[in-house]
């Protein structure tokens, strides 16, 4: 009897688990655009300037944001020196 309580215990948790969800971020682009909506909205990177993606934000919902995530030019390294 315990062993099968036990494992409605263990049934009803990994059901009540809520799924991963993925990365909203994309690191290969600096700006975002975070979006307002009555069911949540949403946020897409896929901006190259604030310029560009206020153009889009325009007359909506929205805003540019910067993206915590980017990863900057591949190959070069922000801040670091090479000691000499």
């Known amino acids: 009897m315990r062993m099968m309580a036990v ?13 991963a969800r993925a990365q909203t971020y994309d690191p290969a682009y600096p700006v975002c655009l975070q ?4 069911n949540g909205g ?4 896929s901006y190259t300037s604030m310029e560009q993606c206020r153009l889009s934000a325009s007359g909506g ?13 591949p190959g070069k390294r922000q801040g670091w020196r090479q000691a000499r």
């Open 7 to 19: 494992l409605v215990a263990t049934i009803a948790a990994m059901m009540a688990a809520s799924p």
């Open 61 to 73: 919902a929205a805003q540019c944001i910067v993206n915590p995530y980017f990863a900057g030019a």
């Open 35 to 38: 979006t307002y909506d009555i």
């Open 42 to 45: 949403y946020i897409s990177c």
